[in-house]
Nanobody, 123 residues
Framework: QVQLVESGGGLVQPGGSLRLSCAAS????????IGWFRQAPGKEREGVSC????????YYADSVKGRFTVSRDNAKNTVYLQMNSLKPEDTAVYYC????????????????WGKGTLVTVSS
């Protein structure tokens, strides 16, 4: 069965760093664009980052630009989100999602979604 599993979330102090991983099973990520999204309690889901299948194109939301870096290792069937200089407002459940088409990452209409991993930024 197609599955995406996020890992790497946890509690971190403001200014700290975390690296999230998104591992795929049931399919390979070679031909998929990957998006990272997040949702804080009581708020709508928002797009965080996108990366194309060949990593030639990336996107970052203004709120994370310069602090987050998305990357992928297709040989490991895994995508990463390196999060630096974390702020309390980054607290959310982070989801990865996959789709054949990069444009769907920009719109949020992704075919496959993980269950999310919680990131809490607090002192």
């Amino acid at each position: 069965q197609v599955q995406l599993v996020e890992s790497g979330g946890g509690l971190v102090q403001p200014g700290g760093s975390l690296r999230l991983s998104c591992a795929a099973s049931g399919f390979t990520l070679d031909y998929s664009a990957i998006g990272w999204f997040r949702q804080a309690p009581g708020k709508e889901r928002e797009g965080v980052s996108c990366i194309s299948s060949n990593a030639g194109t990336t996107y970052y939301a203004d709120s994370v630009k310069g602090r987050f870096t998305v990357s992928r290792d297709n040989a490991k069937n895994t995508v990463y989100l390196q999060m630096n200089s974390l702020k309390p407002e980054d607290t959310a459940v982070y989801y990865c999602a996959a789709d054949r088409f990069y444009i769907n990452c920009r719109t949020g209409a992704m075919d496959y979604w993980g269950k999310g991993t919680l990131v809490t930024v607090s002192s």
